[in-house]
């Protein structure tokens, strides 16, 4: 029979153990687990981007309850453990479960610690721990004005600065005359603290609490001195207490924390514990990475193999303030004897300290740049003698090689143990391993593989540059190729070229004729290589539906509950009574759950049933909507502005031209998404400058932009060109359209792809020859007969029929 | 304990595609792949329950449309670094008819 195994505390160091643990032994035991909170187990460092609105808690759930549920461990959530029996070898609940267990682990964590001070205990005065916390302070947001955060220290930062974002006024009261200063010494503190400042944070340094002001609810806080400032919410980060409340009770030894041996173990060997509660060689911790090294220790000796021991931890700390560089690690304040060595551009914002000992790192700070840090963590937990490049090792880890090629070297130059990812103790060599031998390219693979910057996140820089570094080495043994996936050693530009010359004119040719490794390709290339004959085809080659990504092959964008949505095309953006009055009888008949006015200008209905799509169609068809391929690699919308017509400034027709255009333009496959814009004057109320291709009306004519994108990385036009007429932007439109479709690479946006072959490479096809711009030009016309067929219409009239339609069995 | 149920004849499911199966409790994902295979899973990604039936199938793998978790049809487990399984049932393909088998 299995043994029974009881984790109490629902948290991150718990729940990482019995991940270990059953990555050593799946089946060895029968687990229950109890939680307080009513969540299963979530990222509790990602709290404070939840609480600045960069994240959401479904984004910082770590194991959902399916995980629990299909690794056979039954979880009782919103369920605290009252008292353990450890005679009997029982726990009772608050809801008065009891259960047996074999062997118990303990992770309560630790309690938010709250000044007792007079009025502590008033209605608005809270700590910051848990999602209860975050949705107080959410909530008490939008209700009220004030904030005030006694504790300047790391969770009391982050604090403030969620709260600022939600639009408070925050005051930061702290004890001390700096900032976090168990990390920081003043001159890096006041460089924080600057920089808060700027940003809107006040700060009441030197400032003890004496009494939480208010009747029922919080009014205000005052100080010894007597001063007082008014505050509608006081949160409260002045440092935490493990929670071993429910251990003292059960007769467990304790001092400030549970106290464990090197195994994990409490003074009962059935009884182990890791977290914030518990108390190792004197020591207790409130990060990460120290407990996820318990964890593992903790799995060790749970899966009996009982080679594993803790030996204590050294630990380092980043603040997660987007925009805010920080790191600090060791002793950084000198003692006698001690060496300094100081950084300081206070213009650029950099400040750099390593406190020696016999030419060994005791301590290090960094404000501003922080990318050596690693680096000089290293050197601390190595004991590293630094002799040799004391005089530059200030400058950074690139500056011992032969310099200057920014993070890239100074990444390439870390030695294979240096620690990357704090929070899980990943090392660069595993990082380099996986990558090479697993072959990834993304950092998602990496977070997958090695759990890299998969908890704080502040190491994904780093774990990027590592990720160009290493692919970038395998890059330069086969000079500029890479492979387009894992079936084919040949580049996207050797197939394009390939498919065009051999006049190679179905998949099975391209994949013989390149001998792909898998007769069916891959969900990356089969995309790929059928829109490659598309665009070098037209009218010829058969659009191949199992190798289009679900969205382009249902017409409309999966959403994460399965369901699809549907955005009409809005030529130029423009509309009329009839257009909205038929969208509306739509969205009605069938009950769409939400509609959204899109920032393509044009309107959103999400929530449809698959099934449902080809009658909503035939409706929308039926009031002259064609399909705005809002889902496909494909041209996108034309956005307008009110231009001439209307607008006082307006120099030309910039709606009419932004209609023209997409007429001409819509149903166009491409590499990727293609997005257009027409201003009516430089004021751009279309944004034209960061769109694929973008027009700038003046009076004199229109300027033409190439190569813009808004995404993920913003990247501004080039400007290309000055035409006179409209005639002239529709065919210098339609020919740079058709260079990019014939030689970018799938999923490859212009901003890219202008980048990679060069402005001027675009500009002299486009602008300076003219017999290749009217080449380039027809042949774009020639293809868009193919291409103007509303895909909606046709399936409303019964094309592809299967896709939509379910076989519905009763089980009986 | 087999209980074979006629779902569809065998061209009513594109090659290297897919169909949904509706039942009274759940959606089981029917896919053929190029050499007329045919394979039926729970139609629920171990991931985030993401539709499989809407991947794109590749030899005897699908892959899952919200985040491209790789599924093997035969076993229905996750393929690569990812972990987990989604619950496969038997097909049978006679004179041109598939049976399934729940
Ligand atoms: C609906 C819309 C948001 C809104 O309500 O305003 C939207 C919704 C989505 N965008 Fe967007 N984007 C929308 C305008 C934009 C814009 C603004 C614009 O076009 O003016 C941008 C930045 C401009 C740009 O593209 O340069 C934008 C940049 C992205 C990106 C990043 C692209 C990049 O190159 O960096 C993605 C991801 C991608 O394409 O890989 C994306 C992806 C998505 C997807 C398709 C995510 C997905 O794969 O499921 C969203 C689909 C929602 C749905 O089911 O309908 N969306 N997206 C907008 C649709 C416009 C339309 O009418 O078609
Ligand atoms: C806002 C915030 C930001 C942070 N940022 C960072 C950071 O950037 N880097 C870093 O390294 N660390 C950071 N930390 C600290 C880190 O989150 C903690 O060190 C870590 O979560 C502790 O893990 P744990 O499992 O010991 O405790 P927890 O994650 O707190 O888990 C303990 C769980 O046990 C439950 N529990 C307690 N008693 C009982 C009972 N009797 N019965 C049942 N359940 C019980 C609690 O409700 C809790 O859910 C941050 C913490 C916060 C709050
Ligand atoms: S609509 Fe665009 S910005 Fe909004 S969540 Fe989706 S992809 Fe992100
Ligand atoms: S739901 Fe399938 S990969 Fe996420």
Same mark, same amino acid.
């Given at each position: 029979?299995?043994?029974?195994?009881?984790?109490?505390?629902?948290?991150?160091?718990?729940?990482?153990?019995?991940?270990?643990?059953?990555?050593?032994?799946?089946?060895?035991?029968?687990?229950?687990?109890?939680?307080?909170?009513?969540?299963?187990?979530?990222?509790?460092?990602?709290?404070?981007?939840?609480?600045?609105?960069?994240?959401?808690?479904?984004?910082?759930?770590?194991?959902?309850?399916?995980?629990?549920?299909?690794?056979?461990?039954?979880?009782?959530?919103?369920?605290?453990?009252?008292?353990?029996?450890?005679?009997?070898?029982? @726990?009772?609940?608050?809801?008065?479960?009891?259960?047996?267990?074999? $062997?118990?682990?303990?992770?309560?964590?630790?309690?938010?610690?709250?000044?007792?001070?007079?009025?502590?205990?008033?209605?608005?005065?809270?700590?910051?721990?848990?999602?209860?916390?975050?949705?107080?302070?959410?909530? /008490?947001?939008?209700?009220?004005?004030?904030?005030?955060?006694?504790?300047?220290?790391?969770?009391?930062?982050?604090?403030?600065?969620?709260?600022?974002?939600?639009?408070?006024?925050?005051?930061?009261?702290?004890?001390?005359?700096?900032?976090?200063?168990?990390?920081?010494?003043?001159?890096?503190?006041?460089?924080?603290?600057?920089?808060?400042?700027?940003?809107?944070?006040?700060?009441?340094?030197?400032?003890?609490? #004496?009494?939480?002001?208010?009747?029922?609810?919080?009014?205000?806080?005052?100080?010894?001195?007597?001063?007082? @400032?008014?505050?509608?919410?006081?949160?409260?980060?002045?440092?935490?207490?493990?929670?071993?409340?429910?251990?003292?009770?059960?007769?467990?030894?304790?001092?400030?924390?549970?106290?464990?041996?090197?195994?994990?173990?409490?003074?009962?060997?059935?009884?182990?514990?890791?977290?914030?509660?518990?108390? &190792?060689?004197?020591?207790?911790?409130?990060?990460?990475?120290?407990?996820?090294?318990? #964890?593992?220790?903790?799995?060790?000796?749970?899966?009996?193999?009982?080679?594993?021991?803790?030996?204590?931890?050294?630990?380092?700390?980043?603040?997660?303030?987007?925009?805010?560089?920080?790191?600090? +690690?060791?002793?950084?304040?000198?003692?006698?004897?001690?060496? @300094?060595?100081? %950084?300081?551009?206070?213009?650029?914002?950099?400040?750099?300290?390593?406190?020696?000992?016999?030419?060994?790192?005791?301590? +290090?700070?960094?404000?501003?740049?922080?990318?050596?840090?690693?680096?000089?963590?290293?050197?601390?937990?190595?004991?590293?003698?630094?002799?040799?490049?004391?005089?530059?090792?200030?400058?950074?880890?690139?500056?011992?090689?032969? /310099?200057?090629?920014?993070?890239?070297?100074?990444?390439?130059? %870390?030695?294979?143990?240096?620690?990357?990812?704090?929070?899980?103790?990943?090392?660069?060599?595993?990082?380099?391993?996986?990558?090479?031998?697993?072959? %990834?390219?993304?950092?998602?693979?990496?977070?997958?593989?090695?759990?890299?910057?998969?908890?704080?996140?502040?190491?994904?820089?780093?774990?990027?540059?590592?990720?160009?570094?290493?692919?970038?080495?395998?890059?330069?043994?086969?000079?500029?190729?890479?492979?387009?996936?894992?079936?084919?050693?040949?580049?996207?530009?050797?197939?394009?070229?390939?498919?065009?010359?051999?006049?190679?004119?179905?998949?099975?040719?391209?994949?013989?004729?390149?001998?792909?490794?898998?007769?069916?390709?891959?969900?990356?290339?089969?995309?790929?290589?059928?829109?490659?004959?598309?665009?070098?085809?037209?009218?010829?080659?058969?659009?191949?539906?199992?190798?289009?990504?679900?969205?382009?092959?249902?017409?409309?964008?999966?959403?994460?509950?399965?369901?699809?949505?549907?955005?009409?095309?809005?030529?130029?953006?423009?509309?009329?009574?009839?257009?909205?009055?038929?969208?509306?009888?739509?969205?009605?008949?069938?009950?769409?759950?939400?509609?959204?006015?899109?920032?393509?200008?044009?309107?959103?209905?999400?929530?449809?049933?698959?099934?449902?799509?080809?009658?909503?169609?035939?409706?929308?068809?039926?009031?002259?909507?064609?399909?705005?391929? #809002?889902?496909?690699?494909?041209?996108?919308?034309?956005?307008?502005?009110?231009?001439?017509?209307?607008?006082?400034?307006?120099?030309?027709?910039?709606?009419?031209?932004?209609?023209?255009?997409?007429?001409?333009?819509?149903?166009?496959?491409?590499?990727?998404?293609?997005?257009?814009?027409?201003?009516?004057?430089?004021?751009?109320?279309?944004?034209?400058?960061?769109?694929?291709?973008?027009?700038?009306?003046?009076?004199?004519?229109?300027?033409? &932009?190439?190569?813009?994108?808004?995404?993920?990385?913003? $990247?501004?036009?080039?400007?290309?060109?000055?035409?006179?007429?409209?005639?002239?932007?529709?065919?210098?439109?339609?020919?740079?359209?058709?260079?990019? $479709?014939?030689?970018?690479?799938? %999923?490859?946006?212009?901003?890219?792809?202008?980048?990679?072959?060069?402005?001027?490479?675009?500009?002299?096809?486009?602008?300076?020859?003219?017999?290749? $711009?009217?080449?380039?030009?027809?042949?774009?016309?020639?293809?868009?007969?193919?291409?103007?067929?509303?895909?909606?219409? +046709?399936?409303?009239?019964?094309?592809?029929?299967?896709?939509?339609?379910?076989?519905?069995?009763?089980?009986? | 304990?087999?209980?074979?149920?006629?779902?569809?004849?065998?061209?009513?499911?594109?090659?290297?595609?897919?169909?949904?199966?509706? !039942?009274? !409790?759940?959606?089981?994902?029917?896919?053929? !792949?190029?050499?007329?295979?045919?394979?039926?899973?729970?139609?629920?990604?171990?991931?985030?329950?993401?539709?499989?039936?809407?991947?794109?199938?590749?030899?005897?793998?699908?892959?899952?449309?919200?985040?491209?978790?790789?599924?093997?049809?035969?076993?229905?487990?996750?393929?690569?670094?990812?972990?987990?399984?989604?619950?496969?049932?038997?097909?049978?393909?006679?004179?041109?008819?598939?049976?399934?088998?729940?």
């Amino acid at each position: 029979m299995k043994q029974k195994l009881i984790l109490i505390g629902n948290g991150m160091a718990g729940v990482r153990t019995l991940e270990e643990l059953l990555k050593l032994t799946p089946d060895a035991y029968e687990i229950t687990v109890f939680g307080a909170e009513p969540h299963p187990n979530y990222n509790r460092m990602m709290l404070s981007p939840v609480l600045a609105g960069e994240k959401t808690v479904d984004d910082i759930i770590l194991n959902s309850r399916e995980w629990y549920a299909e690794h056979g461990i039954t979880l009782h959530t919103g369920d605290p453990v009252v008292s353990i029996d450890r005679a009997a070898r029982k @726990v009772v609940t608050q809801t008065g479960l009891e259960l047996d267990y074999d $062997r118990l682990l303990l992770a309560t964590g630790s309690n938010p610690f709250i000044i007792p001070v007079p009025g502590h205990d008033k209605n608005g005065v809270l700590g910051f721990r848990d999602i209860a916390d975050v949705d107080t302070m959410l909530a /008490a947001s939008k209700d009220y004005k004030k904030a005030v955060v006694i504790g300047g220290g790391l969770l009391g930062l982050e604090a403030a600065n969620g709260l600022m974002k939600n639009g408070m006024d925050v005051t930061v009261v702290h004890l001390m005359d700096i900032l976090m200063e168990r990390q920081l010494d003043a001159p890096a503190a006041n460089l924080l603290k600057a920089s808060l400042e700027e940003r809107g944070m006040k700060f009441l340094m030197e400032a003890q609490t #004496a009494e939480i002001l208010g009747d029922g609810r919080v009014q205000g806080v005052k100080f010894a001195d007597g001063s007082s @400032v008014g505050a509608d919410l006081v949160v409260m980060a002045v440092g935490i207490r493990p929670s071993i409340e429910l251990a003292q009770q059960a007769g467990i030894h304790c001092e400030r924390g549970i106290v464990v041996n090197d195994t994990m173990q409490t003074y009962d060997p059935r009884v182990y514990a890791v977290g914030e509660c518990v108390q &190792h060689r004197g020591s207790c911790y409130g990060l990460v990475a120290p407990l996820f090294e318990q #964890a593992k220790v903790a799995a060790n000796h749970l899966a009996q193999l009982g080679i594993a021991r803790y030996e204590g931890s050294v630990t380092s700390t980043k603040l997660k303030v987007t925009g805010i560089d920080l790191f600090s +690690a060791g002793e950084f304040n000198q003692e006698d004897g001690d060496e @300094v060595l100081v %950084l300081q551009d206070p213009g650029a914002g950099v400040y750099k300290k390593l406190v020696l000992r016999d030419n060994v790192i005791k301590g +290090a700070v960094m404000y501003g740049d922080t990318l050596d840090g690693t680096w000089y963590f290293q050197l601390l937990r190595d004991g590293t003698d630094i002799s040799g490049f004391r005089g530059s090792i200030l400058f950074g880890q690139h500056d011992l090689g032969d /310099a200057g090629h920014g993070d890239a070297t100074r990444i390439a130059a %870390l030695g294979d143990d240096a620690e990357i990812c704090g929070c899980n103790g990943v090392c660069k060599g595993e990082i380099v391993d996986a990558i090479v031998k697993k072959g %990834l390219f993304t950092l998602e693979d990496v977070r997958s593989h090695t759990k890299a910057s998969s908890s704080c996140g502040s190491c994904t820089g780093l774990v990027e540059s590592i990720l160009a570094s290493t692919v970038g080495e395998g890059y330069d043994a086969t000079p500029n190729k890479k492979p387009m996936c894992g079936c084919t050693e040949h580049s996207h530009d050797e197939v394009i070229r390939g498919i065009r010359e051999n006049e190679l004119k179905d998949m099975d040719a391209v994949r013989n004729f390149f001998e792909w490794k898998n007769a069916d390709g891959c969900a990356s290339c089969r995309p790929a290589l059928n829109y490659y004959l598309l665009a070098q085809w037209p009218g010829e080659y058969l659009d191949d539906a199992q190798s289009r990504f679900i969205n382009e092959r249902a017409h409309g964008n999966i959403q994460k509950d399965g369901t699809y949505s549907v955005v009409p095309r809005m030529f130029g953006g423009l509309c009329t009574p009839h257009d909205l009055r038929a969208i509306a009888d739509v969205a009605e008949k069938f009950d769409v759950p939400e509609m959204k006015v899109t920032g393509g200008q044009r309107i959103d209905l999400f929530g449809i049933k698959k099934e449902d799509l080809p009658a909503m169609w035939a409706d929308l068809s039926e009031a002259g909507f064609v399909s705005g391929h #809002a889902y496909g690699k494909a041209m996108r919308t034309v956005k307008t502005c009110a231009g001439k017509t209307w607008c006082r400034f307006g120099t030309q027709n910039s709606t009419g031209l932004g209609v023209k255009l997409e007429e001409l333009t819509w149903g166009s496959w491409m590499p990727h998404k293609f997005k257009l814009a027409v201003s009516g004057c430089p004021r751009n109320c279309a944004e034209a400058t960061i769109k694929d291709f973008g027009v700038v009306c003046v009076d004199s004519g229109y300027e033409l &932009h190439i190569g813009g994108n808004g995404g993920i990385k913003v $990247r501004v036009t080039d400007l290309m060109c000055k035409v006179a007429s409209e005639e002239e932007v529709l065919e210098y439109c339609g020919a740079f359209i058709q260079k990019y $479709r014939e030689e970018a690479h799938y %999923l490859e946006r212009t901003a890219p792809w202008v980048e990679r072959v060069g402005f001027d490479y675009v500009k002299q096809a486009i602008v300076d020859d003219e017999s290749q $711009r009217k080449a380039l030009y027809d042949r774009f016309k020639f293809g868009q007969q193919f291409a103007q067929i509303d895909p909606w219409k +046709a399936r409303a009239e019964g094309e592809a029929a299967h896709e939509f339609r379910n076989i519905e069995i009763s089980a009986a | 304990m087999s209980n074979w149920i006629e779902i569809a004849a065998l061209e009513d499911i594109p090659k290297l595609g897919s169909r949904v199966v509706r !039942t009274d !409790t759940m959606n089981v994902a029917v896919f053929r !792949t190029r050499d007329d295979q045919v394979f039926a899973i729970k139609d629920a990604c171990p991931h985030k329950q993401g539709p499989l039936s809407q991947g794109i199938v590749s030899g005897t793998t699908v892959t899952c449309p919200l985040h491209n978790w790789k599924i093997d049809l035969a076993s229905g487990e996750a393929l690569g670094p990812d972990e987990g399984c989604t619950n496969t049932f038997s097909t049978r393909i006679e004179d041109g008819k598939i049976f399934l088998s729940l």
